[in-house]
């Protein structure tokens, strides 16, 4: 069956999206076929691998839903190896149509248990809230990747996301682990980087991955392309950080 | 009565609360009396203002919630003429238990319609989401200003909040407008940056603020130390960024 990782922090623009699909790709190079599934309503990873869904297209809305079969909604990349579910816009509305709904919680989960024995990961991409959708990721999950950025706001959130992992271990996913922490954007010129890092490596100590994801251009230029950034430019740093990151999740995660 | 401005973008990450504590402060400086208030769970803006709630002390949630007046919950800062209500945790309740109340969305434009006569601005940090919070704040405010990263993923999400923005006028606020867009972190060395401040300058013509806010690490620090740029180092570019945004707002604004 294959390992579930949630991309998951409610801080805004940490990189989650950024994380969840270079990650992905990462592993589908290293021949471990991968699903991404976009749990965000604005659909970066989905329009950030060119596989945005079409107007009338089944997504990840009619899988949570129950109108649609995990078959019916994987798709296909540039990548071999990498499959996406798309997100879209309506799962907003999702929130709301699931209130009173039975085990609303746990659709994904029960979705993803159709999975195709072909997966050996599927990588779930948050959206920066606490919601219905971040708790079926976090109740689908083996474990969550936590992207930071290395300021104040982010180690701020941080108490409240570790709060919520805590609720989802003790009511639904009692084996959900925390995989790792991983640096975004570090910029080890700066002493606010530098201090929050400490402060981090304090609280999280081996939690806290050795691949860190410098600022790099190349990360923010190869969506607009819609490809991950190992086929827009491989040689990048960025590029080069995720790689690295995808063998350190490959020695953690499948040594379990 | 005071003008009321929004900061809202659902993209994460993009600079709304680093906008709205800092445009505040920048006009409260200006001898314009301003409230800020924290629209968001995170609660960024309060915290970043070094008025973070006490436990047991009322916040928006009990503003919006009918439990408070806003009398009782306005705070001041550390900066003479800049008052906040802070934000909390609970608020991410609201969403649901307003679900069946009568005019969910009106609930902030009525707890704003008792300020005090001293204050001549009010201005809304939004969370990173087009959720009922956010939507509270376009319907209580005249006017919305936009933060945007001059990247692929901030462009994407536009024309979802535009859509937001027409659906508000609409049905709740016919004269909210668009103050406008401010570019943040902008770093015009990149081709990307360029590129999509083209694209936004083709569609926003004028609407786009003449003042952009460059990556300034004292603007990322500020916050650690509960205060607006402009009293933890006025020197900065990030201050002086701020001062020139909150003279074209007032200039904007004011004429109305
Ligand atoms: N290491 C990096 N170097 C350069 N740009 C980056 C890097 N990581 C992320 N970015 C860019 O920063 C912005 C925010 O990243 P991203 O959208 O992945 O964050 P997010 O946490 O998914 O945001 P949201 O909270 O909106 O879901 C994007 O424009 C992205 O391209
Ligand atoms: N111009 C800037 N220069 C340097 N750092 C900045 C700048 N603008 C914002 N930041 C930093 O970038 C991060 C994101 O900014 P901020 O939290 O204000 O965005 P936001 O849109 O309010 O995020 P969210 O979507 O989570 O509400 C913060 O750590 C902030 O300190
Ligand atoms: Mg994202
Ligand atoms: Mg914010």
């Known amino acids: ?50 596989a945005a869904a079409a107007p009338g297209e089944p997504t990840l809305y009619q899988l949570l839903s129950g109108e649609a079969e995990l078959a019916q909604v994987l798709r296909p990349t540039a990548l071999e190896g990498l499959e996406v579910v798309a997100g879209s816009r309506d799962l907003v509305g ?20 159709q999975a195709p024995e072909r997966l050996r990961f599927i990588v779930l991409d948050c ?17 969550v990747i936590i992207p930071m950025q290395c300021e104040y706001f982010a180690l701020e959130g941080l108490s409240q996301l570790l709060a919520t992992i805590q609720a989802v271990q003790a009511r639904w996913n009692p084996t959900l682990e925390i995989a790792g922490v991983v640096f975004n954007q570090f910029d080890e010129r700066t002493h606010l980087s530098r201090q929050v890092a400490n402060d981090l490596r304090a609280h999280f100590g081996a939690q806290i991955f050795r691949t860190t994801v410098p600022r790099n251009v190349r990360l923010a230029e190869a969506p607009s392309f819609g490809q991950p950034v190992l086929l827009y430019d491989v040689r990048s740093k960025g590029s ?17």
Chains 1, 2 share one sequence.
């Open 1 to 50: 069956l294959p390992r579930i990782l949630a991309i998951s922090n409610q801080k805004g623009g940490v990189g989650k999206t950024t994380t969840a699909i270079n990650l992905a790709a990462s592993l589908a190079a290293a021949e471990l076929p991968t699903l991404l599934v976009d749990c965000d309503p604005q659909g970066n990873a989905s329009s950030g691998l060119g």
């Open 240 to 256: 080069e950080a995720f790689l690295q990151l995808a063998r350190e999740v490959i020695e953690r995660e499948l040594a379990q």
């Open 127 to 143: 959206p920066p809230a606490l919601d219905l959708l971040t708790l079926n990721a976090l109740v689908a999950a083996h474990a």
């Open 94 to 113: 999702l929130n709301l149509e699931l209130l009173g709904a039975e085990q609303r919680e746990e659709r994904l989960r029960q979705a993803l248990a």
